[in-house]
């Protein structure tokens, strides 16, 4: 015999007693003629000793798996050829006594080796032989030689095992996690039916230990260990996963984790399926689901401290303007009522649960019994099992729930998954030792946790590393004692091929970082719908939150939560849009009121269809904010405090209520105007006939009149022309004479612009341009007067005090003022411009020393207006005032708007119902349906409709209205002072005749005036006999005798 067979024979026999004990039961081999002989002696490293040897395989190993990651499998396989090359390098020497033998026992690597030697050589069959029958090595790593023929008989009678080699793998259970257990075992046999493995089967060692016995949990993690084991799987416990690390740190083994731990640090034998609390935290961080639902305000509920962890990104402080944080620990006891009291007495409507899967549906339901699960109210729950609750008593609840999940029931893989554990699950139940009831519960719908699958997707990893890592060398597992300081050699390859290796598992996408914290997965965003939960997004750690639900689906969503439900709708009297009926009294429910507003909502409702509630608010105020206690008053307060579903009126919408309310999109725009009283009818003037024309006109008038006969006058005596002679019989007189003397041009210029000429013309070239531009201008200025008096003749002129608000505000006469509470009254207090805020000081003057200004109703404001008689001006809405002016004729509206505001319906904050009550009332615009209704109740409603009647009495608008005497007076004054003066200037020239005619006649004028008026009021006769002058030397005669002294030029008028 070789003597270096008798060496090694020595060297192998002599086997410490401790690993004596731990032999497994012995392997039944085949003869050793069966293996394929193709190896050759060790001629490359003769001289290579074992350090050298075991940095050469490592490198060749590192080398094949970077090759493999980039897919250079020509150079792969020389690497593996040459590693091959170590492998029998190191049996040989071994075989040959090249090495030691203490070396080669306290080599881990060599003896995996030896466990399956790479094609002995022919020549050492025997030592080999003599090897396999060793009863340490034998039994340890089963030695068996294998043949083609021996693997296909072993793989037909027994599918479990292939090539003849396990892979044992151990699982740490706290106690009562069956599901857990199960699922590893499920996992595990999967693997090994579907032969994941190729060259090797996994035999799983299942042990259970309590959650916080860490010493117990050491002792069975030694034990496993001393079994030979590739990895270790959890426990779920903290307390007890961080001894299980250690050791395996310690040792080398992998350590697979699937639980939440919140740790930032990772061992370097240790892997985590479970995301890092840091990274699920951030989705519900500011940055994504929360600001993704534009919350303001949150409130977090959270059941323990490890809470609190799992939301320690949202928990950082975010800017102090952007988000209200409120954080609630729910009570250990099964009662939450109080504590989800306090948070709806706070009126917060966004909440985030955090607490365990078994109570997400306790909590809820009692939450839906003080009324805080309403369509005012989201939720996003922690939980990634949330579609494992049965949620079907919230489903028609309004409230808007969104939680995140990691398993996606709807995938291929999971529904195959499913059928297959339904077919196999009634073997686990046989196994269950009479825990019948248990377990039949335990692996219905229920089973596949987000746990459960997280152990599954662990076993896989563990395989497909375990596969990547065979196909570069063979790896056995060994036996290892936790006081000793050997560790496992494939413990560092196989946790790095862990960290490389990605798939898609139950849980989604797999894949670790060099720390061991999984990445680039991914989270559905699922939300609580009238189908159950449906998916709505995707969160992913890189891009965050993508809201993949479109607009049409959100709002579809909202209709069919919408449809049979009964809203609350607050109201505040004001005609036309809420009335009461006048039997109000014999009614009941909705049928006591009506009004524009009423219709509307009818309208709406039967879009959406939906039911509502009328509910008048108490103070019938609208609601403002008070300045000094930042209270909100009237409707707005019922929809702060949760009260009322909506509020509609005509309420305005302003900045101030849209800071605490959501509105919908305008059903009718208007501004604020001015009511007063109508203005009494203006007495015509006596000369209104001078009213076309205004005084500055008939100043420039006159003026150009007698500019125009002075100029005239000096052209007539410059040109030759205008010299006539007086006698024209005589064709050669002594003297000429002109005919336009100062008074003749007067006269021409005023029977020019009368219109009726003269019995003279001008006869000059420049005379006539004159008169020419003169009958032009005359022309143009009497057809613009007869025009414009004909409007001022018939047109009414009413006499008002104000025309504007600028008016009212400089005037300290009348009084003015609006609603007490509005948004008239927020317009002018808030007001920039000068002119109101001039306005609200002096409304603020007046509410002090005598009535207030501010009336509590418009009715209120409008009887005021009507009463103070002119002294009392009302500020409203426009459309309120065209209402109010349609039914009392003694109002009117005073200029035009001073803002531009709008209507809408207020809902509460965050109310889902916004988005389709707008879409609703643009429906009703678009098909003109809004201004049908407002025309019935602005004028079809109007029954007395005595303002219309009194226009028609009036002959209307488009009439114009007959002159009376007032209107006409002026002319006949005209005309009798025209008349009374010519009368006198008679008067004057008949008296001054007279008084020439006594003084030359030397009679007395009494005597003359008695013979004259006898004369004329003798009525007869259209002649007058010429006073003739008596000669002292002719005998005395009559003195109308036709031969005295003609008198006839001194009375032109005979």
Request: charged letters at 20%; a negative charge; one cysteine or more.
């Amino acid at each position: 015999m070789d003597p270096r067979a008798v060496i090694l024979d020595k060297g192998v026999t002599s086997v410490p007693e401790d690993k004596q004990a731990t032999q497994r039961p012995s392997c039944e081999c085949e003869s050793a003629s069966t293996f394929p002989l193709r190896a050759k002696p060790c001629d490359k490293f003769p001289k290579f000793g074992l350090r050298r040897l075991s940095e050469m395989k490592n490198n060749y190993m590192s080398l094949m798996v970077r090759l493999t990651l980039q897919n250079e499998w020509n150079i792969r396989y020389e690497a593996e050829y040459n590693l091959l090359n170590v492998e029998k390098c190191v049996v040989n020497k071994v075989i040959y006594g090249s090495l030691h033998t203490s070396t080669f026992k306290n080599s881990a690597w060599i003896q995996a080796i030896l466990a399956e030697p790479p094609h002995p050589d022919e020549n050492s069959i025997a030592r080999l032989k003599t090897l396999r029958h060793n009863s340490w090595l034998s039994q340890m790593y089963c030695l068996c030689p294998s043949s083609q023929d021996t693997r296909s008989a072993d793989s037909d009678s027994n599918p479990w095992l292939v090539n003849g080699l396990r892979q044992t793998s151990g699982g740490l259970f706290d106690v009562g996690d069956q599901k857990q257990t199960l699922a590893f075992r499920y996992a595990v046999e999967s693997v090994n039916h579907d032969h994941g493995l190729r060259k090797t089967s996994l035999r799983p060692i299942i042990e259970t230990i309590p959650p916080y016995d860490s010493f117990y949990a050491s002792k069975r993690v030694c034990y496993l260990v001393r079994a030979g084991v590739a990895a270790i799987f959890g426990p779920q416990s903290g307390q007890t996963s961080a001894h299980v690390q250690s050791i395996c740190d310690a040792l080398e083994i992998p350590h697979i984790e699937t639980r939440w731990d919140y740790r930032l640090r990772r061992e370097d034998y240790s892997v985590n399926l479970y995301p890092h609390p840091s990274s699920l935290s951030k989705v519900s961080e500011p940055t994504d689901l929360v600001r993704l639902f534009g919350w303001k305000s949150f409130c977090i509920l959270y059941e323990d401290n490890e809470g609190l962890v799992r939301l320690q990104e949202l928990l950082k402080t975010p800017p102090p303007n952007e988000f209200k944080v409120t954080i609630r620990q729910l009570p250990r006891d099964s009662d939450y009522r109080p504590i989800l009291r306090e948070v709806k007495n706070s009126l917060e409507q966004n909440i985030i649960l955090d607490c365990k899967t078994e109570k997400v549906g306790q909590v809820l339901k009692q939450a839906q019994q003080i009324g805080l699960m309403s369509s005012l109210h989201n939720y996003i729950i922690t939980s990634l099992d949330l579609h494992l609750v049965d949620l079907d008593d919230f489903k028609y609840s309004g409230s808007n729930i969104t939680a995140v999940r990691l398993v996606d029931p709807e995938s291929e893989e999971v529904k195959q998954l499913m059928e297959d554990w339904k077919r196999r699950s009634p073997q686990y139940l046989q196994n269950s030792d009479g825990e019948d009831a248990i377990m039949k519960q335990q692996l219905g719908v229920d089973f596949w946790t987000t746990e459960t699958a997280l152990i599954y997707d662990a076993v896989r990893l563990f395989v497909q590393a375990l596969q990547a890592l065979d196909n570069s060398t063979f790896v056995q597992v060994a036996p290892l004692i936790c006081e000793g300081e050997e560790a496992w050699i494939h413990g560092n390859s196989l946790i790095n091929y862990m960290k490389m290796v990605y798939f898609t598992g139950l849980t989604g996408f797999i894949k670790f970082d060099a720390l061991g914290f999984r990445t680039d997965f991914a989270l559905d965003i699922v939300e609580l719908g009238m189908q159950n939960l449906t998916k709505a997004g995707t969160w992913r750690l890189e891009t965050g939150a993508n809201y993949t639900r479109t607009f049409q689906e959100t709002l579809k969503k909202v209709v069919d939560g919408l449809q049979n439900k009964t809203l609350v709708v607050s109201v505040a009297y004001n005609d036309p849009y809420i009335m009461k009926r006048e039997n109000a009294e014999n009614l009941s429910g909705n049928d006591r009121f009506e009004g524009f507003c009423l219709d509307l909502l009818t309208e709406i409702a039967s879009i959406l269809k939906f039911n509502f509630t009328v509910v008048p608010v108490s103070s019938n105020a609208y609601g403002s904010k008070n300045a000094e206690t930042g209270e909100w008053n009237g409707m707005i307060r019922e929809l702060l405090e949760h009260r009322a579903d909506m509020a509609i009126t005509d309420l305005t919408i302003n900045y101030e209520r849209e800071q605490v309310v959501d509105f919908t999109m305008p059903f009718m725009n208007l501004g604020i105007s001015i009511l007063y009283k109508k203005p009494q009818k203006m007495a015509p003037s006596l000369f209104s006939f001078l009213s076309p024309l205004s005084l500055e006109v008939w100043i420039y008038m006159i003026t150009a009149y007698v500019g125009v006969s002075i100029l005239m006058y000096i052209l007539a005596r410059f040109t030759p022309y205008e010299w006539q002679n007086p006698h024209p019989c005589d064709p050669d007189p002594d003297t000429l004479e002109n005919q336009f003397t100062i008074l003749n041009c007067l006269w021409f210029a005023i029977g020019s612009l009368m219109q009726q000429g003269c019995d003279f013309l001008p006869q000059a070239v420049s005379t006539r341009m004159v008169a020419g531009m003169w009958w032009f201008f005359t022309l143009i200025m009497i057809s613009s007067y007869t025009a414009n008096l004909a409007a001022f003749l018939t047109v009414e002129r009413m006499d008002s005090p104000i025309e504007s608000a600028e008016d009212l505000a400089k005037q300290t006469k009348i009084k003015y003022g609006s609603l007490k509470t509005g948004s008239t009254m927020a317009f002018f207090r808030d007001s920039k411009i000068p002119t109101y805020q001039g306005m609200w000081a002096t409304m603020m003057r007046h509410e002090d020393p005598g009535p207030s200004v501010f009336l509590p109703s418009n009715a209120d404001g409008v009887k005021r207006v009507q009463e103070s008689n002119g002294l009392y001006a009302y500020l409203m809405e426009s459309t309120s005032i065209e209402y109010v002016v349609e039914r009392q004729c003694d109002l009117t509206q005073i200029g035009g708007l001073l803002d531009s505001k709008s209507y809408g319906i207020a809902l509460p904050p965050g109310s889902p119902y916004t988005s389709a009550i707008s879409s609703a009332i643009l429906s009703l615009q678009e098909t003109s349906k809004i201004q049908m209704l407002k025309r019935r109740w602005w004028k079809e409603k109007n029954r007395s409709n005595k303002c219309a009647k009194e226009k028609e009495e009036a002959g209307g608008s488009s009439m114009a209205s007959e002159l009376n005497l007032s209107n006409v007076g002026g002319v006949f004054v005209v005309l009798l002072g025209g008349m009374g003066l010519a009368l006198v200037v008679a008067l004057a020239e008949f008296v001054l005749e007279c008084w020439d005619i006594s003084k030359e006649d030397e009679v007395r004028i009494l005597s003359v005036l008695s013979e004259e008026l006898c004369f004329v009021f003798q009525c007869k006769g259209s002649t007058k006999p010429v006073r003739k002058k008596i000669d002292s030397e002719t005998p005395t005669a009559d003195m109308y005798s036709s031969d005295l002294y003609n008198c006839s030029v001194r009375n032109p008028h005979t």
